[in-house]
Nanobody
Framework: QVQQVESGGGLVQAGGSLRLSCAGS????????MGWFRQAPGKARELVAS????????YYADSVKGRFTISRDNPKNTMYLQMNGLEPEDTAVYYC???????????WGQGTQVTVSS
């Protein structure tokens, strides 16, 4: 069953911006800490950013710190990732998922492709 749906990816030039959305579908996102993950070709999926249930606590991977901002709107059952200063190294499929005890929890969606050209 689908639990969350990612959208907002696309093709952008280096230095550009994108805003990703993660909408709950069959899952109430406010019940969970949530995270954005990404997987580049030939690489393992990695955690990019996470946010606590109430949004007060956030975490960023060093590679995106200062450029990406994670946020959530619990009444809308949606989470966001604002990505500024995009770099070709950010090219990947981006996924969202719940986080439980530091690990992704539940099924994965289709993800949204982000491609950054140099």
């Amino acid at each position: 069953q689908v639990q969350q749906v990612e959208s907002g990816g696309g093709l952008v030039q280096a230095g550009g911006s994108l805003r990703l959305s993660c909408a709950g579908s069959g899952r109430t996102l406010s019940s969970y800490a949530m995270g954005w993950f990404r997987q580049a070709p030939g690489k393992a999926r990695e955690l990019v950013a996470s946010i606590s249930r109430n949004g007060w606590n956030v975490y960023y991977a060093d590679s995106v710190k200062g450029r990406f901002t994670i946020s959530r709107d619990n009444p809308k059952n949606t989470m966001y990732l604002q990505m500024n200063g995009l770099e070709p190294e950010d090219t990947a499929v981006y996924y969202c998922n719940a986080i439980n005890e530091g690990a992704p929890f539940g099924s994965w969606g289709q993800g949204t492709q982000v491609t950054v050209s140099s």
